[in-house]
């Protein structure tokens, strides 16, 4: 793997400080904010400078039980090859449910959702990883993800999880040590016990992210500064591997160019002091790997054997749980399975339907909200006349408007039905202000069947053209 060296993640609202920032290798940009063919002047400028660029997709959903969708597989391989990138990156996760599968009407997420660590879904993801590296110019590598809800029933830890898709794909490994944190704290797994059971030398590259603790639950923000037990982890990968790359992650609340330079240094600082760790030890660090406990990784016969395996070594001897290495009997009723259970997931967390059986109902609550606050948010992004429009009476209203109206469309798509259902419901109470939101509305929404909205809006129109015509 091409050594990147210490990398930050590029957004428009830090790209001059991207740019002035010492020691910046290369830079990551999420892939789905590139218009096609066209690069940010900032981009352009640190590509001639030889920074090395890597799209980042966030939207792809390589974990759902659906196939990956060709515009999508297309989108990131036209930025790769815009971007002249050694590779592309996604995430272990899923994004939408429903649809033809289930015969149900399609769900988004607006955020990644765990997989379930089965072996259906590991059949599944390995399908879907073939056909996207079959779809790309470059070498895939892929995430770990951040989680507040634990699936029940899981079949393997973590690590098994990441180590057999590597075996039965080839892909890389983007390792995301601030989301074995959250993982740590959110559903109780050691972060050393699944660095211990990765294949290290399949790791692409690392990310580090801030975060922060509230009654319990670890959410990572990513606009939060980079806290100690998130490099104590990044520790010790270091002592495991020397990762090609090492990249600073935030995405909200950016702090002057001061404060990234320090975390950068932090981060540095980190690397460097495990590289004379391990330098100073005489080979590689043997570990009695962690006996795996019964309910937490049981294979269909039982609970996975274990054995002593040489972490950080390149190439070192790890089992894989033999119980289930074969394909399922039926692919596709492990796809049809896996559809039904993250359906019934997604339409609980968004939908407002009952928690599937095992799941914890309040953790389902948090990661619900949770949800909602993101689409909030987005949408304010998306469309910032609409808070000013609706003042403080924006957030409130959003919120209950989302728990009956899961998104399907779009953030744009979301705006506008928001704004729609408020003018059915004769809101906001303010006159003027409903004039505002209608006129605003009727501008943006594509040609559709008459709606009361947009009679009002029409209506709303006259009066202002007879007013001041």
């Not at 990138?85 to 994004?95: K, R």
């Not at 090492?246 to 460097?272: H, K, M, W």
């Not at 749980?321 to 039926?330: D, G, I, L, R």
């Not at 744009?412 to 039905?417: S, T």
């Amino acid at each position: 793997m091409e050594k990147l060296g210490t990398g930050i993640g590029w957004r428009p609202e830090i790209a001059t400080a991207v740019e002035e920032l010492p020691g910046i290798d290369w830079v990551e940009v999420v892939a789905e904010n590139l218009c096609p063919g066209h690069l940010p002047d900032s981009l352009r400028r640190l590509r001639e400078r030889g920074v090395t660029v890597i799209p980042h997709g966030v939207s792809l959903g390589i974990g759902g039980a659906g196939r990956p969708a060709a515009d999508r597989l297309a989108a990131l391989a036209e930025r790769a090859l815009l971007l002249e990138s050694p590779l592309v990156t996604e995430h272990i996760a899923f994004v939408r449910a429903g649809g033809p599968l289930t015969a149900s009407p399609g769900l988004e997420a607006g955020h990644l959702l765990p997989v379930p660590r089965t072996w259906d879904a590991l059949h599944v993801l390995c399908e879907n990883v073939r056909a996207a590296q079959d779809s790309l110019p470059v070498p895939l590598a892929l995430e770990n993800i951040a989680a507040l809800i634990s699936w029940p029933g899981d079949q393997l830890t973590e690590g098994q999880f990441l180590a057999e898709l590597v075996e039965r794909t080839g892909v890389r490994l983007l390792i995301d040590v601030a989301n074995l944190h959250t993982n740590h704290v959110n559903r109780g797994e050691d972060p050393a016990a699944a660095l211990d059971e990765l294949p290290v030398e399949a790791i692409a590259y690392v990310h580090v992210a801030g975060g922060v603790e509230k009654d319990g639950v670890w959410h990572d923000t990513h606009a939060h500064p980079v806290t100690a037990p998130v490099l104590d982890v990044l520790a010790q990968l270091r002592d495991r591997v020397d990762p090609p790359g090492v990249l600073l992650e935030r995405d909200d609340d950016f702090p002057p160019a001061a404060e990234l330079a320090g975390e950068l240094s932090a981060i540095r600082a980190t690397l460097a002091a495990g590289g004379a760790a391990a330098v100073r030890a005489s080979g590689p660090v043997r570990r009695e790997a962690l006996a795996v406990r019964g309910a937490a990784s049981p294979g269909r016969n039982g609970p996975a054997s274990r054995e002593t395996v040489t972490a950080g070594a390149p190439g070192a001897a790890r089992e894989r749980p033999a119980a289930e290495a074969a394909a399922p009997a039926s692919a596709e009723a492990a796809r049809q399975r896996l559809a039904v259970a993250e359906t019934a997931l997604l339409s609980a967390l968004v939908a407002g339907t009952p928690p599937p059986e095992g799941f914890d109902a309040r953790r389902l609550g948090v990661q619900s909200r949770a949800l909602a606050a993101k689409r909030a948010d987005v949408v304010s992004h998306v469309a910032p006349e609409l808070p000013v429009l609706l003042g403080a009476g924006y957030r409130p209203a959003f919120l209950a408007y989302a728990t009956s109206r899961p998104l399907s469309g779009g953030y744009r798509r979301d705006a506008l039905d928001f704004a729609e259902q408020l003018l059915d419901a004769g809101q906001p109470a303010d006159a003027a202000a409903r004039r505002r939101l209608a006129l605003w509305w009727q501008e943006r929404a594509a040609p559709r069947r008459p709606t009361r909205a947009a009679r009002f809006a029409r209506a709303a129109r006259t009066r202002i053209g007879r007013t001041y015509g």
